[in-house]
């Protein structure tokens, strides 16, 4: 099982930008590393994932304005934010894939270890 620690998390005022890095150590193919957020009072959602290849996706509200990388030399994965929305606080959650993806879309409900997550507040 691997461990992963976010950081990078912390206050901004809306429209201003925010880098998420989650440290991972332990055994990991890294088929498959993803970004999650769960605002106060919903579900936690997928926002965006990074194949194992590179390949990467986002979720609409954040398209265009958020860019998911992984550094494999630094076991690193990022999120860089951009253009911040007061809606978008959130504790900030990543998560790591075991095994092989069985498809091309990201494979949010089958994330098999994760972080404690780091808080982002923006305000407006």
């Known amino acids: 099982e691997v461990q992963l620690v976010e950081s990078g998390g912390g206050w901004v005022q809306a429209g201003q930008s925010l880098r998420l890095s989650c440290s991972y150590s332990?055994?990991?193919?890294?088929?498959?590393f993803a970004w999650f957020r769960q605002a106060p009072g919903k579900e936690r959602e997928g926002i965006s994932c990074i194949k194992s290849d590179g390949d990467v996706q986002y979720v609409d509200s954040v398209w265009g304005r958020f860019v998911i990388s992984k550094d494999n030399t630094k076991n690193t994965v990022y999120l860089q934010m951009n253009s911040l929305k007061p809606g978008e606080t959130a504790i900030y959650y990543c998560?790591?894939?075991?095994?092989?993806?069985?498809?091309?879309?990201?494979?949010?409900?089958?994330?098999?270890?994760w972080g404690k997550g780091t808080l982002v507040a923006v305000s407006a």
């Open positions: 998560a790591e894939l075991a095994g092989p993806s069985t498809n091309n879309d990201c494979e949010y409900d089958g994330m098999d270890a």
């Open positions: 332990g055994f990991t193919y890294g088929y498959e």
